[in-house]
T-cell receptor
Framework: EDQVTQSPEALRLQEGESSSLNCSYT??????LFWYRQDPGKGPEFLFT???AGEEKEKERLKATLTKKESFLHITAPKPEDSATYLC??????????FGKGITLSVRP | EAGVVQSPRYKIIEKKQPVAFWCNPI?????LYWYRQNLGQGPELLIR????????DSQLPKDRFSAERLKGVDSTLKIQPAELGDSAVYLC??????????????FGQGTRLTVV
């Protein structure tokens, strides 16, 4: 069974303090790893898809990387508007989209 | 392009009553998902459709939950009768899935169900 573990559960940063969010996964036949952002009371918003180890993608202050066992979401010089819950999900050979529990990020001004 | 549309946004019902949620996926997306999300948790899959076929419903509590996707477009998720533990946010998502490439899923705003 596919599994996704995210750490830490919660992260508090000062504005401008860079950090990384971790997503560890076990999946049979990885077909894609996805990062989402979720604001309170809203559905998850798609950020990135990574397909193979070594792949990297960037969007504004966010950069996602992928190895054979984990993915990192690096946040450079975060701003208060980056505060949200970040969800990691994987799809394997069974085509099932499995999510982790998410990491709640708070950025203080 | 319109995103995934869900209705209603909020629903409060008494336990043992029935409830239904509706989802209209993004046009052209052949895969449709229903997820349940409890507070502080990640989404958990209830059922996945490829076109009109339910290809994964192993996590759907079939004694009280049912779903349908007529004509492979809109979908309805029903709970009858509802229990207190069913209180959660019900999310619908859709994606375009091929044999090799699995594209990202796009989510609706969700329906927040409160059972009292």
């Amino acid at each position: 069974e596919d599994q996704v573990t995210q750490s830490p559960e919660a992260l508090r940063l000062q504005e401008g303090e860079s950090s990384s969010l971790n997503c560890s996964y076990t999946v049979s036949g990885l077909r894609g790893l996805f990062w989402y952002r979720q604001d309170p009371g809203k559905g998850p918003e798609f950020l990135f898809t990574l397909y193979s180890a070594g792949e990297e993608k960037e969007k504004e202050r966010l950069k996602a990387t992928l190895t054979k066992k984990e993915s990192f979401l690096h946040i450079t010089a975060p701003k208060p508007e980056d505060s949200a819950t970040y969800l990691c999900a994987v799809t394997g050979a069974n085509s099932k989209l499995t999510f982790g529990k998410g990491i709640t990020l708070s950025v203080r001004p | 392009e319109a995103g995934v549309v869900q209705s209603p946004r909020y629903k409060i019902i008494e336990k043992k009553q029935p409830v239904a949620f509706w989802c209209n996926p993004i046009s052209g997306h052949n895969t449709l998902y229903w997820y349940r999300q409890n507070l502080g948790q990640g989404p958990e899959l209830l059922i996945r459709y490829e076109n009109e076929e339910a290809v994964d419903d192993s996590q759907l509590p079939k004694d009280r939950f049912s779903a349908e996707r007529l004509k492979g477009v809109d979908s309805t998720l029903k709970i009858q009768p509802a229990e207190l533990g069913d209180s959660a946010v019900y999310l619908c998502a859709s994606s375009h899935s091929g044999e090799v490439i699995k594209t990202e899923a796009f989510f609706g705003q969700g329906t927040r169900l409160t059972v009292v």
